[in-house]
């Protein structure tokens, strides 16, 4: 079984910076594909970043692009989100996911458990 847990959330003034860290079971992460959701309440889940297995290729969502920056370390089983320029509107449950398909449009196999980010104004 993969098991995934996220860390790093907290909370920020607006236009500051936070990195998640989410970190996979050992000798499962490396041929998976990473990514992160977020979810505030009262919102749908919104799909913020993935990354390929080998990290050649990135997507982000438009809500945040310029701003986060996916990464992988598969050396560490280790998967980042560098938060830039956070904006209130980033306040949210944020999800370390795990799949063998690339892509946000399809529901993810591995989840975690979420780490909330608060974003004041």
């Known amino acids: 079984q993969v098991q995934v847990v996220e860390s790093g959330g907290g909370l920020v003034q607006a236009g500051g910076s936070l990195t998640l860290s989410c970190t996979a079971s050992?000798?499962?992460?490396?041929?998976?594909?990473m990514a992160w959701f977020r979810q505030a309440p009262g919102k749908e889940r919104e799909g913020v970043s993935c990354?390929?297995?080998?990290?050649?290729?990135?997507y982000y969502a438009d809500s945040v692009k310029g701003r986060f920056t996916i990464s992988r370390d598969n050396a560490k089983n280790t998967l980042y989100l560098q938060m830039n320029s956070l904006k209130p509107e980033d306040t949210a449950m944020y999800y370390c996911?795990?799949?063998?398909?690339?892509?946000?449009?399809?529901?993810?196999?591995?989840w975690g458990q979420g780490t909330q980010v608060t974003v004041s104004s």
């Open positions: 996911a795990a799949d063998l398909r690339y892509g946000l449009d399809h529901e993810y196999k591995y």
């Open positions: 050992e000798l499962t992460f490396r041929r998976y594909v």
């Open positions: 990354i390929s297995w080998n990290g050649e290729i990135t």
